[in-house]
């Protein structure tokens, strides 16, 4: 064999074993959710590798609260079953709420109805980011907060993430169309940002009212204007300098303490 063929068969097996170690390294990273099974048990993890579902522990049950409704930002969608998230994310950190509930509830195909259309679909209709309201049994996990949820033949309400959306941004810009009250969630101003918790309220359908939550990060700049010390839980009265059709990256003009 000589030297040119004994070359080329060298070149193609270093590019073989690059390839396999590419393949091998984009399987170990690819997923964003995982899945263990062992003993008919499935833990279902987040992006960031915390577990938000551990099926292994389904009898783990320390209270059953029957005939309850709860409200839940839709985390994951995923293998039979939907997780909402009892608050935000922003990044790495969250921002939990008492109007919200964490939960795991079975997709069983129930029906569900939007909240401002009233048509009629199955879970299919479900996605990441949607608010669900959901009623039914629910049971809690005291060992680490988390909860199953049995909508049991009920429908389930979604208020599409779109939709509520576009109803934040109708009170961040100061629309009567949803009465709000804002109050600091937590404060962070010697780094630069709040947390403002909205609330907001909404009687579409005039026999039922909710109450719609939403927090923003809102960032305190050199020229902002600062009334009042800013405590946890204090309402306060907001002005951003750059709202334009846009929940993220918002800079306040002012912020003013409103004694009560």
Do not use: W
């Amino acid at each position: 064999m000589n030297k040119k063929k004994m070359l080329f068969i060298i070149l193609i097996c270093i590019l073989l074993i690059f390839v396999a170690i590419v393949g091998i390294l984009f399987f170990i990273k690819r997923p964003q959710v995982k899945e263990e099974n062992s003993n008919n048990s499935s833990v279902i993890y987040d992006s960031e590798g915390h577990v938000i579902s551990d099926l292994s522990k389904k009898d783990d049950i320390t209270e059953t609260v029957e005939n309850t409704v709860i409200q839940g930002i839709v985390e994951l969608h995923h293998n039979g079953y939907i997780y909402t998230f009892n608050g935000q994310h922003f990044g790495e950190f969250e921002f939990e709420m008492d109007e919200y509930t964490r939960a795991n509830i079975a997709d069983k195909k129930q029906k569900c109805i939007d909240y401002l259309t009233l048509q009629e679909y199955d879970t299919d209709y479900i996605e990441e980011g949607d608010l669900l309201i959901c009623s039914g049994t629910l049971y809690k996990k005291g060992y680490s907060g988390e909860n199953d949820f049995d909508t049991k033949d009920n429908a389930i309400i979604v208020l599409k993430s779109n939709d509520y959306n576009n109803m934040k941004l109708e009170v961040l810009k100061g629309n009567s169309i949803y009465p709000s009250t804002v109050t600091i969630g937590e404060s962070y101003a010697e780094l630069g940002y709040v947390y403002l918790k909205y609330s907001l309220e909404d009687d579409t359908h005039s026999d039922t009212g909710y109450n719609f939550p939403f927090a923003i990060k809102a960032y305190i700049t050199e020229n902002t204007k600062v009334i009042g010390k800013l405590e946890n839980g204090k309402t306060v009265k907001v002005q951003y300098k750059n709202l334009e059709n846009q929940l993220s990256e918002l800079e306040l003009e002012s912020i003013e303490i409103i004694e009560k």
